[in-house]
């Protein structure tokens, strides 16, 4: 039987910044519905790897596919439609202070032309997956550490993406909301999303049961299960 193609594949990938190699020739794949963690040190490329993927850069050598589009062979008016198929989640949250929950959530679905019914809807099943439906009318200065970055992760799938990319996303939180955001990314990756988790956080991918892929200076040096 045919195996299907995989959601992510990097085929010896390379990426130069002026004399600084951030990634090696890394081949790997990350298969459709999977969750998967990445790991390493700092400066070890995890956040250039999610960068290739999310098309904010391309490779200088090798092929990456993603859910079937090599993007080195994309046309540039192409790459909004497969950034929509793509949810990111930044450590530095990235939320306009000036405007409230409801509003930040939505700005992405209000660019794309949706109409304000689906808007309604999809922001309030984003917040109700992220167990924050009351906070939609505060301000996000009034929330706590925890509480923003699961706004960010409501914002990372409003859209309804295939792929979710997470750096570092509890990089500034406690033990305890650590583990509350690592949840949340559970039950998203319970409906089918494929995730990938870029962390230095062990615990988070201790005794999980999913992929750890581990790079170092650039290079992939072990894919296990943890």
Known sequence: MEQPD?????????????????L?????????????????????????????????????QGDITIAGWNTGTLKESSIPFVRRNIGVVFQDFRLLDNRNIYENISLALRIRGIGEREIKA???????????????????????????????????IVAEPTVLLADEPTGNLDPETAEDVLKTFKDIHAKGTTILIATHNRELYMNSGKRVLRLEAGSLVSREVC
């Open 122 to 156: 999809r922001v309030y099943e984003a917040l109700k997956t992220v167990n924050l439906r009351h906070k939609a009318d505060s301000y996000p200065r009034r929330l706590s550490g925890g509480e923003q970055q699961r706004i960010v992760i409501a914002r990372a």
């Open 24 to 60: 090696r020739d890394v081949t790997c794949s990350i298969e459709k519905g999977e969750m998967v963690f990445l790991t390493g040190p700092s400066g070890s490329g995890k956040t250039t790897m999610l960068k290739l993927i999310y098309l904010a850069e391309l490779p200088d």
């Open 6 to 22: 995989p959601m992510i594949h990097f085929e010896n990938v390379t990426k130069e910044y002026e004399l600084q190699t951030a």
